[in-house]
């Protein structure tokens, strides 16, 4: 893993086992920052699970199908951002490439942790357009929106208890699309950082549709829009 880190290689994230220690653990964590790969302590059966039972001595790595850009890289122009608040799934968030893709978005934002990362699965479930659509890694979720918004863009997040449904919705240029990860939705800091909160109406008894579905009916929502 050291040589890895070393020679730059793609890597996603790395897990070190609470109460690892000593140089060897030191260099690793001093290598992964200055590669700005994350680094994350966690309890050492979660690293069993991370390996498959394969022997790790305390460090694990997750190899990334692709690099991610920086922010700085993908705003001149930008007319549609989307920015992922959790989606832990990588068949959810490949999905989102690929049809962000199709909208026409610049760019995805995601965060550094508690996040699905760019993985083979990824990239199998975008179906090529990792290669095509830019993918950021944001420290923090909430101090990106009041960036972005500085910059001119407006924020609609996808909540299922707005008032405001997205077909009746003028969206503002240049847009940020936030959605929630699977299960508790958008969390809270972050709807206050929205300007808008939009909500798809469902007809079923089930409240909310799986994050990838929500994602190409809202901005295939925003694209049809653009086009008028």
Known sequence: M???LRAARTLDRVLIARGAGGPRIQEIVDLAREHSVPVRFEPRDALDRASNGATHQGVVAFGAAQRYAEIDQVLEGAQLLVVLDGVEDPHNLGAIIRTAHAAGAAAILVPDRRAAGLTETVAKAAAGALEHLPVVRVGNITQSLEALKKKGFWIYGL??????????????TPTVIVLGGEGQGLHQLVKKHCDVLLRIPMAGVISSLNVSVAAGIVLFEWKRRRSL
Do not use: K, L, N, V
């Open 2 to 4: 050291r040589e890895a």
């Open 159 to 172: 909540d299922e208890r707005s008032e405001q449904i997205y077909s009746d919705t003028d969206f503002a």
